[in-house]
């Protein structure tokens, strides 16, 4: 591929001017199974490169480790990069492999401070809600992240795995500038409500898992193609017969990408980049990935154009996936709808 840089857009009507596609970075210590620290830090200079500046991470990835591992990037090329990070999913101090969802003030603030010291940043560019605790009004949630802006800790808000309800509760406190849920050929359960509202806010969408966790991409078919501490191996859509009914799925998507001379991961990112113009507001996906030649790829399907055919072709997939995004279903805004 050529090493023109990738389009841009607005992070909604008050965020940042970002490259169209954002980089997950959840993998690069975290989640799916071991990585090369070495192999990750030019996978991020790379993105760099092809115009990524929008980079993903979470306080609880890897318990703090993903922003620490970051960081130095980070510090290399503040001026050039939009950091986003979230707050939400708890570590119990008793049991580290278990997640709590807290949207209380006190938090809150001691996650910002926390996150705020691993990045080694003085502000944080997008602070999200990682995930909804819905015995919390989400007006006070956001009440609380307000402060943070103005206290000059944040400079914008975000949202992730939000009900469109929620969006309009939230944006009624203050301007929201993106809500991240997860989005693809699999995963279109947000265009009923989530994307409509944001269109008429003026919110941008930031799908996460876009090549549904690498699964549209072929790498995998099944669980147990992967490491036993991939935490893929518990999603319902990855096991048993799920993941036979989902494997003969991909059939159009390949025949897609052949007719573009394309991979199959390519024409999955590139139906995503193409909802934007479908939905009549910004779409920045951030796959995740931990490979250079991945994000070069990935860069490579901001360029590609699907058409009404090829649209249709794809369009019934969704509707025929077995099994849900998640074991428990509380963790996502569907759950809520």
Not at 75 to 89: G, P, Q, S
Not at 244 to 259: C, D, F
């Amino acid at each position: 591929m050529t090493d023109s840089r990738i389009a841009t857009a607005r992070l909604g009507a008050t965020g940042p001017e970002v490259g169209v596609q954002g980089l997950g970075c959840m993998g690069m210590s975290f989640g799916y199974g071991p990585a090369d620290a070495d192999e990750s830090r030019a996978t991020l200079e790379r993105a760099l490169e092809l115009g990524v500046t929008l980079y993903d991470t979470a306080d609880a990835y890897g318990a703090g480790e993903n922003e620490r591992f970051l960081s130095p990037f980070f510090k290399a090329h503040r001026d050039e990069v939009v950091i986003a990070t979230k707050f939400a999913l708890a570590i119990p101090p008793d049991d580290p492999t278990r997640r709590v969802i807290r949207n209380d003030e006190p938090y809150i603030r001691q996650a910002v401070e926390a996150s705020l010291r691993r990045l080694d940043v003085d502000v944080i560019d997008l602070y999200y809600m990682h995930r909804r605790d819905v015995n919390i009004p989400i007006e006070e949630t956001v009440a609380v992240m307000a402060d943070l802006v103005r206290e000059g800790k944040v400079k914008h808000l975000g949202l992730s795995e939000v009900t469109g309800a929620e969006l309009r509760a939230a944006q009624g406190v203050h301007p929201i500038a993106a809500v991240q849920s997860e989005w693809s050929l699999f995963s279109r359960d947000i265009e009923a409500n989530v994307v409509p509202t944001a269109r008429e806010l003026g919110v941008a969408l930031v799908p996460y898992s876009p090549l549904g966790r690498g699964f549209l991409t072929g790498s995998f078919a099944k669980a147990e193609d992967l490491t036993t501490d991939d935490f893929r191996r518990q999603q319902p859509r990855f096991t048993g017969e799920n993941a036979t009914t989902n494997a003969a799925l991909l059939t159009p998507i390949r025949t897609v990408a052949e007719a573009h001379g394309s991979t199959p991961g390519q024409i999955a990112l590139a139906w995503v980049q193409q909802q934007a113009a479908l939905h009549g507001l910004p779409v920045i996906p951030i796959p995740g990935t931990r490979k250079a030649t991945r994000v070069e790829e990935n860069a490579g399907a901001t360029r590609i154009v699907l058409t009404e055919e090829e649209l249709a072709l794809l369009d019934p997939i969704a509707a025929q996936v077995a099994g849900d995004r998640y074991a428990d279903m509380r963790f996502a805004s569907a759950g809520r709808e």
